[in-house]
């Protein structure tokens, strides 16, 4: 069996967030058992203390791993955001600390999908506001402002996983889809390309968000936006809250201009379900406010925790880092039993990989494998070498100027 440089059971494990019980299970079955598990994010100076001497992290969407947080990582090793979004973390500084983030790109999509596609039919039906009067007492029979589905516009910004899937539930129900991408994108169905946001804005009665939180997508939607909408539309974001202007979004049901909205995400969350929840659209009866589930079913989180500490383990155990979000993509066959495994990562400059192998061969160390990758700033190298203690190898490899980490497996 191969023996990492850090033993398994030396190697600090932390689950954050309520990550599903299977990844824990996944761990346990592979030999790790400094395994610490919490509910939710703990506050800062906790979470500093724990993250010190953590070598594996998971976290979901909630916990922030940047500024303080990310420099008090002093000995990660890989991080796992055990959902879609991995705006969460600074990318980029783990990437230059050598810390593969991985993530589960599809695990939720169809929750997600499911969540929006039911969420339309009762914004239509204006289900949303009886249902609210009706736990007051109040009768609120009436065909006015309730419609079907069938033969509505859903326009959908961002056409990825989510927004693709919904399109699919959108059209069985008999919706005519249209959507934005700032990619080029496949039309699924009958599904139509639409140029630009400001163009598909006027043509819906429903509009569903499913794009990523990045600096082009932030306060995308606004009051400009919003007003481009039809007087009586509806809104849906489930994708991030700072995709849409809150205060924007609540002007609009104010004014009656927008007929409903169902938010899943938030500009601010609260950090557990201990905390309170604020938000400028409690007094809307015509608004579903939901606690950010669009992923949160069992089918999903089982999913993910599979997905994300398979990735993980497998990191941990044999190097390979197929699928990273961040890190050059390698998928590494077994360790061969007579072989000892060195990991470098480097800056990616021109005469690095020739001071690697000069280390090889002034020790006179015979490489059976070598595997490389590089993406943008980072280089990744993995050697299966024969040599009888790696110690000094290992020492001379981190004496190259532009190395960022160095790992062995026996
Ligand atoms: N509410 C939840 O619980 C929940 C669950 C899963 C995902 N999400 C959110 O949903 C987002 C979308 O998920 P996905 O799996 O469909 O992602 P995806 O990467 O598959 O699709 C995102 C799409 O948005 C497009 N896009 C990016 N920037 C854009 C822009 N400026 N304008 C138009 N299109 C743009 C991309 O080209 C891509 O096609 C995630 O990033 C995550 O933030 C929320
Ligand atoms: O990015 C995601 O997958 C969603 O926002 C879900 O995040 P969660 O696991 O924190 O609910």
Same mark, same amino acid.
């Not at 004496?399 to 790992?407: C, F, L, P, S």
């Given at each position: 069996m191969t023996k990492l440089s850090l033993s398994k059971e030396k190697i600090k494990v932390v689950l954050l967030e309520g990550v599903h019980p299977d990844a824990e299970t996944l761990f346990r079955q592979d030999g790790y058992h400094n395994i610490h598990i919490y509910k939710s994010t703990p506050a800062d100076d906790e979470l500093q203390n724990i993250l010190s001497d953590t070598h594996i992290l998971g976290i979901r969407s909630r916990t922030q791993l940047k500024g303080a947080n990310l420099a008090a990582c002093e000995k990660l090793m890989a991080v796992g955001t055990f959902c879609i979004g991995t705006n969460q973390v600074d990318l980029e500084s783990c990437t230059s600390k050598g810390i593969p983030v991985f993530n589960a790109p599809f695990s939720n999509t169809r929750s997600v999908a499911e969540l929006v596609m039911a969420e339309i039919i009762l914004l239509l039906r204006g289900i949303p %506001?009886?249902?609210a009067k009706a736990h007051r007492g109040q009768w609120h029979k009436s065909a006015l402002h309730s419609n079907e589905t069938r033969g509505k516009t859903l326009g959908i910004v961002g056409f990825g996983h989510i927004g693709s899937q919904l399109c699919i539930l959108a059209e069985a129900m008999g919706m005519q889809v249209k959507y934005f991408d700032i990619e080029n994108k496949l039309? +699924?169905?009958? /599904?139509?390309?639409? /140029?630009? +946001? %400001? *163009? +598909?804005?006027?043509?819906? *009665?429903?509009? /569903? +968000? $499913?794009?990523? *939180?990045? %600096?082009?997508?932030?306060?995308m939607i606004g009051a400009k936006e919003l007003a481009l909408l039809p007087k009586g539309a509806f809104l849906v974001n489930a994708a991030r809250g700072l995709i849409v202007d809150i205060d924007a979004l609540a002007n609009s049901l104010r004014i009656g201009h927008l007929n409903g909205a169902a938010i899943d995400v938030f500009p601010e969350e609260p950090a557990s379900n201990n905390d309170p929840f604020e938000s400028p659209l409690l007094e809307f009866d015509n608004v579903i406010l939901?606690? $950010?589930?669009g992923g949160s079913t069992q089918e999903a989180q089982v999913n993910i925790a599979n997905e994300v500490a398979d990735k993980l383990i497998k990191y941990s155990n044999n190097g390979s880092t197929s699928s990273a979000v961040n890190f050059p993509e390698v998928s590494l066959p077994a360790l061969h039993a007579d072989l000892t495994r060195v990991m470098h990562i480097h800056e990616n400059k021109p005469g690095m990989l020739e001071q690697i192998n000069h280390s090889f061969s002034s020790q006179k160390i015979n490489i059976a494998a070598m595997y490389l990758q590089t993406l943008g700033e980072i280089g990744y190298v993995i050697m299966d070498v024969n040599c009888e203690s790696s110690d000094p190898i290992v020492n001379q490899l981190k *004496?190259? %100027?532009?190395?960022?980490?160095?790992?062995v497996l026996h």
């Open positions: %506001e009886k249902n039309p +699924l169905g009958n /599904s139509m390309a639409v /140029s630009s +946001l %400001e *163009d +598909l804005l006027p043509q819906v *009665d429903v509009l /569903s +968000l $499913h794009v990523p *939180d990045t %600096e082009l997508t932030r306060q939901t606690p $950010h589930i *004496d190259i %100027e532009g190395t960022i980490r160095v790992r």
